[in-house]
């Protein structure tokens, strides 16, 4: 799958809170269960259900039905886009763009 590095502009505050709270929970789960994620999210006047539901249309989460509970994992694209929120936070980057000079025929 591509990045489709366009998407980190146009998500909101709440659903990077959500990816966070994925992040946060797979340290100690390998599946998140949704109870744990709306806790650490810690959104005002709910919404998490949401959140989640369009996180993962856009292949950033992905559901994993367990025998216990139902819960979520972060895909590489949801990494990716965690990574590349803390670069833009750092001000580490500035744009993506396409790779240019690259392969046998550059030079």
Do not use: W
């Not at 993962?56 to 039905?65: M, R």
């Not at 509970?69 to 886009?81: A, F, H, Q, S, V």
């Amino acid at each position: 799958m591509k990045l489709d590095a366009k998407g980190i502009r146009y998500m909101s505050v709440d659903e990077v809170r959500v990816l966070t709270a994925v992040e946060t929970g797979s340290r100690n789960h390998n599946v998140v269960p949704t109870s744990l994620i709306k806790s650490l999210a810690r959104l005002h006047g709910g919404g998490t259900n949401k959140f989640i539901s369009d996180l993962a249309k856009k292949n950033l989460i992905t559901k994993v039905i367990n025998v216990k509970y139902d819960g979520y994992k972060l895909t590489y694209g949801g990494y990716d886009y965690l990574a590349l929120k803390t670069l833009c936070k750092r001000e580490s980057v500035y744009s993506v763009g396409n790779q240019i000079g690259v392969g046998k025929e550059s030079g």
